[in-house]
């Protein structure tokens, strides 16, 4: 049962990451070819399915490492889900080991993330490697999917039987399609309450837009976050003073490492407000429950520095 989820959510990354960047004419245009990824063990297979997200991302996704226990269904599922949704590989960890391959792609990797309890995985896989990470789980295995969708922030949730493995393998797809949180319950047990308040409770907060000129007043009386969305060298070229630079591109895989406390006021502005919107509704989406845009710095009547 479990080497079906194993396949199953394998075959959920290979086929997003061969065709999540064509086009619908560019696949009619080209002449698909169909593949067999397969091996004599999980580990290798998934070094297999790695090299060839990495192949087709140009190298992109080794950014974000998701480091799993591969015997732990719920934890894999939801790794997959994670990787699916936000970009990166599974890294497997089996016995307490992890292969050359992977090891060299986790020192690469800007961010690493353990899914699972520490008894999945221990501190010290990753501390013996020197390797810096965050974990989205707790003591405790069954806190792990909480944490999994609090790291997605507050969507809609989908919830599925843990006992069947082919509604797993539908769930985690659907979930990638529809933007929906994934809940992996056992039925034979008491529903974690806390996962569903999750989403009875928590209310998206609005999208806010303020003048440049009432972003000013709020820096002077308030201490709020600012936030330049525009791409590095953008910034690099004059900026808001003290504003922290998180283009809208890496906003997705930033936001949790560079805006830490989601309900901090967040002020944020691009080149003329269209960049802007988009990255504070991004934020509204992940949970974020205090952001204002101000538009463009083009009509910032303030202090620019480099």
């Known amino acids: 049962m479990k080497r079906a989820i194993f396949r199953s959510v394998l075959a959920c990354l290979c086929v997003y990451a061969t065709f999540s960047g064509f086009s619908s004419k560019s696949l009619a245009d080209e002449k698909v070819k169909g593949f067999v990824i397969s091996s004599e063990s999980e580990t290798k297979t998934i070094e297999k399915v790695n090299n060839r997200i990495l192949d087709n991302t140009k190298g992109s996704a080794s950014k974000i490492s998701y480091v799993v226990n591969i015997d ?3 934890s894999f599922s939801l790794a997959g889900l994670l990787s699916l949704d936000k970009g990166g590989v599974v890294i497997p960890v089996k016995d307490n080991n992890i292969d050359d391959t992977s090891k060299a792609i986790l020192k690469n990797s800007e961010q690493v993330y353990v899914v699972g309890d520490k008894s999945s995985i221990s501190d010290d896989i990753l501390n013996d490697l020197g390797i810096k990470f965050n974990r989205i789980g707790s003591d405790n295995p069954e806190d792990t999917n909480y944490h999994v969708n609090k790291f997605l922030g507050n969507r809609d ?11 797993i393998l539908g769930a985690v797809h659907y979930a990638r399609i529809y933007n929906m949180n994934l809940y992996i319950y056992d039925s034979t047990k008491q529903i974690d309450e806390n996962i569903i308040s999750e989403v009875k409770n928590e209310k998206k907060a609005e999208y806010k837009k303020i003048t440049s ?6 820096m002077l009386t308030e201490k709020p976050i600012v936030v330049d969305v525009r ?4 910034y690099n070229e004059g900026h808001i003073p003290n504003a922290i630079s998180v283009p809208l591109e890496t906003i997705e895989n930033e936001a949790e490492t ?3 406390n989601k309900d901090d006021l967040i002020l944020v502005y691009c080149r003329s407000g269209r960049r802007s919107r988009e990255a504070a509704l991004r934020l509204i989406e992940k949970g974020y429950t205090n952001v204002i845009d101000f538009g463009g710095i083009q009509d910032w009547n303030g202090e620019v520095v480099k």
């Not at 949730?157 to 509604?167: E, P, R």
């Open 72 to 74: 732990d269904k719920i």
């Open 157 to 167: 949730l989908l919830a599925v039987d843990s006992g069947n493995d082919s509604d």
């Open 213 to 218: 000129d009432e972003a000013k007043n709020i």
């Open 231 to 234: 791409s590095l060298e953008e």
């Open 258 to 260: 560079k805006l830490k």
